[in-house]
């Protein structure tokens, strides 16, 4: 399974943008998709997961109400809507993938090793 994130970019603070986690190998429906970031000198954080079942989604109390995650299991992708974006988010942002089966709700933003694959990251710079 590879993940191959993109949509990373510089954009001014208050602006938007779209990333995307495409997969290949196999299908998306089984696979919880977290999102995590690393800035420099910062330890990696989870920000938003969405699940298998009936698209349970997840976040970060710094990113709810900013930040939307999506899946279309027909393109095998996985989006992350940002918006209201600050200078705080920039960072190196990483989609990953974890086997948790059909209808889970489970996903965690916590335990990155519980996650089996990662894709190598995209950058977001929030600057003006």
């Known amino acids: 399974v590879q993940l191959q994130a993109s949509g990373g970019g510089l954009v001014q603070p208050g602006g938007s943008l779209r990333l995307s986690c495409a997969v290949s190998?196999?299908?998306?429906?089984?696979?919880?998709i977290g999102w995590f970031r690393q800035a420099p000198g910062k330890e990696r954080e989870g920000i938003s997961c969405?699940?298998?079942?009936?698209?349970?989604?997840y976040y970060r109390d710094f990113v709810r109400g900013r930040f939307t995650i999506s899946r279309d299991n027909a393109k095998n992708t996985v989006y992350l809507q940002m918006n209201s974006l600050n200078a705080d988010d920039t960072a190196v942002y990483y989609c990953?993938?974890?086997?948790?089966?059909?209808?889970?709700?489970?996903?965690?933003?916590?335990?990155?090793?519980?996650?089996?694959?990662w894709g190598q990251g995209t950058q977001v710079t929030v600057s003006s």
């Open positions: 990953a993938a974890d086997l948790v089966g059909y209808g889970s709700r489970r996903c965690t933003l916590y335990r990155a090793p519980e996650y089996d694959y």
């Open positions: 190998g196999s299908t998306l429906d089984a696979y919880a």
């Open positions: 969405i699940s298998t079942a009936e698209d349970t989604t």
